[in-house]
């Protein structure tokens, strides 16, 4: 399984994006989204088993941030609104056959990352 991220780049504070993360190969895996911003450490962001039907969110972006999937595209998206500047980051997407959660270290595969700076 390979991951593609996609989607950051440069906003305000206040500002929308959506990021990608397009999977080849063996599919319908449980997915993470994790961001690292410089100096810190990885952080659990949100989660989306296979199907689409669980999701589970970090306090700091619920009712702001919501992760679905399209499983006919292969890709998982993570709408961002009401972006923050502590919200910029390198966003990385993860999958596992198993329902790791925020446990990043139990992820067997990861995306390269795409970053997210949001400018107040």
């Known amino acids: 399984v390979q991951l593609q991220a996609s989607g950051g780049g440069l906003v305000q504070a206040g500002d929308s994006l959506r990021l990608s993360c397009a999977a080849s190969g063996r599919t319908f895996y449980n997915m993470g989204w994790f961001r690292q911003a410089p100096g810190k450490e990885r952080e659990f962001v949100a989660a989306i088993n296979w199907n689409g039907l669980s999701t589970v969110y970090t306090d700091s972006v619920k009712g702001r941030f919501t992760l679905s999937r399209d499983n006919a595209k292969n890709t998982v998206y993570l709408q961002m609104d009401s972006l923050k500047p502590e919200d910029t980051a390198v966003y990385y997407c993860?999958?596992?056959?198993?329902?790791?959660?925020?446990?990043?270290?139990?992820?067997?595969?990861w995306g390269q990352g795409t970053l997210v700076t949001v400018s107040s």
């Open positions: 993860a999958g596992d056959r198993a329902w790791p959660l925020d446990r990043w270290h139990e992820y067997d595969y």
